[in-house]
């Protein structure tokens, strides 16, 4: 039995407020053990299983442009391509398969052949990540063992799953708000906002099944797309934290 899960949700450059919410619980003396994520909070799932702490992250993560992660496809299955980010990862996450990890990690991909959420725990690292964050449209399928996948979220944006039961109390770490919106540009911002509300639907009962629950309004007005604010969306994870550890400090003696 662990003690303290996290589950970090999928929400592109919004994920930056996982570092944040990381460094304030471990300013408070709480250090997940355990740890579940899908798309962006995979990618900072696997960095923090890996023996990083939250400012290396972000200090790696946020040096580079939306050219440095991003590059454009031929639009057959896919408009962009994440060669850059695939670079980065492999650059610096130090475990190549999940049993080098200093923490278990569990990583949510959906099965696109099979219509059903995949919790990679074995394998490689980075083809899960990849995998988990590959948003549809935006984003060609990732193909591992000839399955094709696509962004956990588009299952489970928040993967309690495969923490319940194994962890005396489980911390949830949610990025992707869903407010009001206007104006509908271009097709990136169409595919993006459709995906946000996609990716929200079972969002509030789920919260209900967190120990301690974080979701920042203020992320709503922040491009999933764009890592441009990182220092901004970090800050709004570990001020969110701050104070709704100063809320439930009982809950989670």
């Given at each position: 039995?662990?003690?303290?899960?996290?589950?970090?949700?999928?929400?592109?450059?919004?994920?930056?407020?996982?570092?944040?919410?990381?460094?304030?619980?471990?300013?408070?003396?709480?250090?997940?053990?355990?740890?579940?994520?899908?798309?962006?909070g995979?990618?900072?799932?696997?960095f923090?299983?890996?023996?990083?702490?939250?400012?290396?992250?972000?200090?790696?993560?946020?040096?580079n442009?939306?050219?440095?992660?991003?590059?454009?496809?031929i639009?057959?299955d896919?408009?962009?391509?994440?060669?850059?980010?695939v670079?980065?990862?492999?650059?610096?996450?130090?475990?190549?398969?999940?049993?080098?990890?200093?923490?278990?990690?569990y990583?949510?991909?959906?099965d696109?052949?099979?219509?059903?959420?995949?919790?990679?725990?074995?394998?490689?690292?980075?083809?899960?990540?990849?995998?988990?964050?590959?948003i549809?449209?935006?984003?060609?399928?990732?193909?591992?063992?000839?399955?094709?996948?696509?962004?956990?979220?588009?299952?489970?944006?928040?993967?309690?799953?495969?923490?319940?039961?194994?962890?005396?109390?489980i911390?949830?770490?949610?990025?992707n708000?869903?407010?009001?919106?206007?104006?509908?540009?271009?097709?990136?911002?169409?595919?993006?906002r459709?995906?946000?509300?996609?990716v929200?639907?079972?969002?509030?009962?789920?919260?209900?099944?967190?120990?301690?629950f974080?979701?920042?309004?203020?992320?709503?007005?922040?491009?999933?797309?764009?890592?441009?604010?990182?220092?901004e969306?970090?800050?709004?994870?570990?001020?969110?934290?701050?104070?709704?550890?100063?809320?439930?400090?009982?809950?989670?003696?």
């Amino acid at each position: 039995m662990f003690q303290t899960g996290i589950v970090l949700s999928g929400g592109g450059a919004r994920g930056f407020s996982h570092l944040g919410v990381l460094q304030a619980l471990n300013e408070a003396g709480i250090f997940p053990d355990c740890i579940s994520g899908t798309s962006a909070g995979s990618i900072a799932g696997a960095f923090y299983a890996d023996g990083y702490k939250p400012m290396e992250i972000l200090e790696i993560l946020s040096k580079n442009k939306r050219l440095d992660y991003l590059s454009f496809a031929i639009p057959k299955d896919g408009l962009l391509e994440m060669n850059g980010m695939v670079k980065i990862i492999e650059k610096h996450l130090r475990a190549k398969t999940f049993k080098d990890l200093k923490i278990p990690l569990y990583v949510a991909a959906t099965d696109l052949n099979h219509g059903k959420i995949k919790y990679f725990h074995h394998g490689s690292v980075v083809e899960a990540v990849v995998a988990s964050s590959s948003i549809p449209v935006v984003f060609k399928p990732h193909i591992i063992n000839n399955i094709y996948y696509v962004d956990g979220g588009v299952m489970d944006n928040l993967p309690i799953a495969p923490l319940e039961k194994k962890c005396r109390r489980i911390i949830g770490s949610y990025v992707n708000p869903v407010g009001n919106q206007d104006h509908f540009p271009n097709l990136f911002v169409i595919a993006e906002r459709t995906f946000s509300l996609g990716v929200a639907k079972d969002i509030k009962e789920k919260a209900k099944r967190f120990d301690l629950f974080i979701e920042p309004p203020e992320l709503e007005k922040y491009n999933i797309l764009n890592p441009d604010k990182a220092l901004e969306i970090y800050e709004i994870g570990y001020k969110a934290t701050q104070l709704a550890l100063k809320k439930s400090r009982r809950r989670l003696m």
